[in-house]
């Protein structure tokens, strides 16, 4: 029974992957959009007083906004980053409070960490939707009927740059120009660990991109394709 229920999930998220969000699973889940002629750059697991301080300079240089998905420890922590990136123009989504594992957790657990970092990031200045991403991409059915419980929408992605385990600034980029499509939502970090690479690598997939002809844009500019 249980590898029927896993195989029946697996079977849920590619249909929700290849029809590009709009078949609902409780809410909706954005991968990407073939429809934008445009890019989504996306940070995880921020905000990082020395990286995403770094990050946000190679993105004011290039003149480009991105969305970046925080934690809520790490946003109190460091509630000065927040306040930066809103005033910078960047977009602020929810990426849990402790950067937890969404699978095999209540309920109320689920939604803990949903709300106490939505709260804290209302109070820190965010306006506008706050988009959830499920920390790992990992997930079950309960987070999904917690999201549409809370009126909220998953946005995950679909070219990982998976710089968490890269040990080159080329291999990361290599991930990025290989899977590289219109309409692609790319996922980096900028926290809870060493990010020097991703720092770099960033610094070298941005002009290599423009230069390709992709233009960047805001996440909820984008969503309205959909």
């Known amino acids: 029974m249980f590898i029927k229920s896993i195989l029946f999930i697996i079977l849920i998220l590619i249909v929700e992957y290849f029809t590009l969000g709009k078949i609902f699973w409780f809410t909706q889940i954005f991968f ?3 429809k934008s002629k445009k890019l989504v750059l996306t940070f995880d697991d921020g905000p990082h007083p020395k990286f995403t301080e770094e990050v946000m300079g190679i993105l004011k240089k290039y003149k480009i906004k991105a969305a970046f998905f925080v934690c809520g420890k790490e946003s109190e922590e460091n509630p000065e980053i927040i306040r930066k990136l809103i005033a910078d123009g960047h977009e602020i989504g929810n990426h849990s409070w402790n950067h937890l594992k969404m699978i095999f957790k209540s309920p109320k657990r689920i939604e803990q960490e949903i709300v106490q970092t939505d709260n804290l990031l209302r109070k820190l200045g965010v306006k506008g939707k706050i988009y959830f991403r499920p920390p790992f991409m990992r997930f079950l059915f309960i987070t ?83």
């Open 32 to 34: 990407f959009n073939p």
């Open 144 to 226: 999904p009927i917690v999201v549409a419980k809370l009126k909220k929408k998953m946005v995950l992605w679909n070219i990982p740059t998976k710089d968490y385990k890269a040990k080159s600034v080329e291999e990361i980029s290599k991930r990025v120009f290989d899977k590289c499509t219109n309409g692609g939502i790319i996922v980096m970090h900028d926290g809870r660990a060493d990010r020097t690479l991703s720092v770099k690598a960033l610094d070298k997939i941005v002009p290599e991109l423009l230069e390709k002809g992709y233009e960047f844009t805001l996440l909820s500019e984008y969503l309205n394709y959909q």
